[in-house]
């Protein structure tokens, strides 16, 4: 009796830190299909008169579609990247090879570099590959990340090595050991790489403002600033915009949780 | 008949209920985007006013400015065609009746075929 009251606390406890959590959200969502001034005091808790003509007005009133196919390609090329690099890369960093230690120090100091410290030579890079305005310029420096890298290692570790020997007798060829044996073991790692890689991109403000030079090349932030310069009130419609930014990386994540959990704790208590 | 584990994966289910409800609602849109806007006008009585004039205004970005105009027939029927907007107003107006109020009329597209539930109505009455 005593241990189910326990339990029953825990939930409470945690269903209350869940709501509070939910509130910035609800905010917003409750924004979104009302028009209320969100400074509007007594604020109301219960959304008046809700509807969903706002995201209608975002649908129209900017080109939102083209933003939203810029940014999915944008982000299925990042994470198709992250899912290719980091894997090969990772793979690499469980080999033994002459400065691989020297390698993993250099890629955990990298972490420590902000990116805005390093985006002059990034443009510049960008720029003489002639990748400017363009989908690849825009994935280019999120294309391959290394937490992700890190996340792939600490995977390919948790594979036994017996199992990478065998497959080794048996005649496959490194590429298809990562292909056939170590990837299909590592479905928390892809997940986690995928839900990264997607947040990331999805949410990469800076980079794109920099290197996009017409409106039709614009991510969804870009989008958002811009709508945001135009509708300087709080209306229903800005917070519209704003859900409907939220609402795929949201998605991804829902969709991908039970594996991103697992794929960042892997490794977290080997040894 | 049992379908393979790949089919039974959320990874394929949610993306194909979400393909088939786009599909869907992007056929409903392509039968019923004609622009088509139709209403009556009536007077303060309930009786149509016929020869009034009605207002189309289309929204911008912050303004609705006037798009067309057209005049009620002896029913007091209007009707718009070539409305290529999602939000709109409505507002009649008539020589002996002033100017109606003037109605937003919200659509879910561009274009939506729209027939108001409830006519534009003057204040006064007709003689």
């Given at each position: 009796?005593?241990?189910?009251?326990?339990?029953?606390?825990?939930?409470?406890?945690?269903?209350?830190?869940?709501?509070?959590?939910?509130?910035?959200?609800?905010?917003?969502?409750?924004?979104?299909?009302?028009?209320?001034?969100?400074?509007?005091?007594?604020?109301?808790l219960l959304p008046e008169n809700p509807h969903l003509f706002n995201f209608v007005d975002v649908w129209y009133l900017i080109p939102f579609p083209r933003y939203l196919a810029n940014s999915l390609i944008?982000?299925?090329?990042?994470?198709?990247?992250?899912?290719?690099?980091?894997?090969?890369?990772?793979?690499?960093?469980?080999?033994?090879?002459?400065?691989?230690?020297?390698?993993?120090?250099?890629?955990?100091?990298?972490?420590l570099i902000p990116f805005q410290a390093t985006i002059i030579p990034a443009y510049?890079?960008?720029?003489?590959?002639?990748?400017?305005?363009?989908?690849?310029g825009l994935a280019l420096p999120l294309l391959s990340t290394i937490v992700c890298i890190f996340v792939f290692k600490a995977a390919f570790e948790a594979v036994p090595h017996s199992l990478i020997d065998a497959a080794r007798i048996d005649g496959l060829s490194e590429w298809r050991?990562?292909?056939?044996?170590?990837?299909?073991l590592s479905k928390a790692a892809i997940a986690t790489n995928v839900i990264l890689a997607f947040i990331w991109s999805w949410n990469a403000f800076?980079?794109?403002?920099?290197?996009?030079?017409?409106?039709?090349?614009?991510?969804?932030?870009?989008?958002?600033?811009?709508?945001?310069?135009?509708?300087?009130?709080?209306?229903?419609?800005?917070?519209?915009?704003?859900?409907?930014?939220?609402?795929?990386?949201?998605?991804?994540?829902?969709?991908?949780?039970?594996?991103?959990?697992?794929?960042?704790?892997?490794?977290?208590?080997?040894? | 008949?049992?379908?393979?584990?790949?089919?039974?994966?959320?990874?394929?289910?949610?993306?194909?209920?979400?393909?088939?409800?786009?599909?869907?609602?992007?056929?409903?849109?392509?039968?019923?985007?004609?622009?088509?806007?139709?209403?009556?006008?009536?007077?303060?009585?309930?009786?149509?006013v016929s020869g009034a004039t009605v207002i189309l205004l289309e929204r911008n970005f912050v303004m609705h400015n006037e798009r067309q105009r057209t005049r009620a027939d002896a029913a007091g029927r209007f009707r718009f065609t070539g409305n290529d907007n999602h939000s709109l107003q409505l507002e009649a107006e008539s020589a002996p009746l002033g100017r109606s109020e003037r109605r937003v009329v919200r659509l879910w597209f561009r274009a939506q075929n729209v027939t108001l539930a409830e006519p534009l109505q003057f204040a006064g009455r007709l003689p």
């Amino acid at each position: 009796m005593g241990r189910r009251r326990h339990t029953l606390f825990r939930h409470a406890a945690l269903v209350a830190v869940s709501a509070v959590m939910l509130v910035p959200f609800y905010w917003v969502i409750k924004t979104a299909v009302t028009n209320e001034n969100i400074y509007a005091y007594p604020p109301r808790l219960l959304p008046e008169n809700p509807h969903l003509f706002n995201f209608v007005d975002v649908w129209y009133l900017i080109p939102f579609p083209r933003y939203l196919a810029n940014s999915l390609i944008v982000s299925a090329l990042v994470v198709a990247g992250n899912v290719v690099c980091n894997a090969m890369a990772g793979y690499a960093l469980t080999r033994n090879f002459p400065g691989r230690q020297g390698v993993l120090l250099l890629l955990l100091s990298c972490m420590l570099i902000p990116f805005q410290a390093t985006i002059i030579p990034a443009y510049l890079i960008t720029a003489k590959l002639g990748l400017l305005n363009s989908y690849v310029g825009l994935a280019l420096p999120l294309l391959s990340t290394i937490v992700c890298i890190f996340v792939f290692k600490a995977a390919f570790e948790a594979v036994p090595h017996s199992l990478i020997d065998a497959a080794r007798i048996d005649g496959l060829s490194e590429w298809r050991i990562i292909l056939r044996i170590l990837m299909p073991l590592s479905k928390a790692a892809i997940a986690t790489n995928v839900i990264l890689a997607f947040i990331w991109s999805w949410n990469a403000f800076l980079w794109p403002l920099i290197i996009t030079r017409e409106p039709t090349m614009q991510t969804l932030p870009l989008g958002l600033a811009r709508f945001l310069s135009y509708m300087e009130d709080t209306t229903g419609a800005l917070y519209a915009f704003a859900v409907m930014v939220l609402a795929p990386s949201i998605f991804v994540f829902l969709m991908a949780q039970k594996e991103f959990i697992r794929g960042l704790t892997s490794g977290a208590t080997k040894g | 008949m049992t379908l393979p584990d790949w089919a039974r994966s959320r990874w394929v289910i949610v993306p194909l209920a979400m393909a088939i409800a786009v599909a869907g609602w992007n056929g409903y849109v392509a039968l019923n985007d004609g622009g088509l806007v139709e209403g009556r006008v009536v007077d303060g009585a309930g009786r149509p006013v016929s020869g009034a004039t009605v207002i189309l205004l289309e929204r911008n970005f912050v303004m609705h400015n006037e798009r067309q105009r057209t005049r009620a027939d002896a029913a007091g029927r209007f009707r718009f065609t070539g409305n290529d907007n999602h939000s709109l107003q409505l507002e009649a107006e008539s020589a002996p009746l002033g100017r109606s109020e003037r109605r937003v009329v919200r659509l879910w597209f561009r274009a939506q075929n729209v027939t108001l539930a409830e006519p534009l109505q003057f204040a006064g009455r007709l003689p």
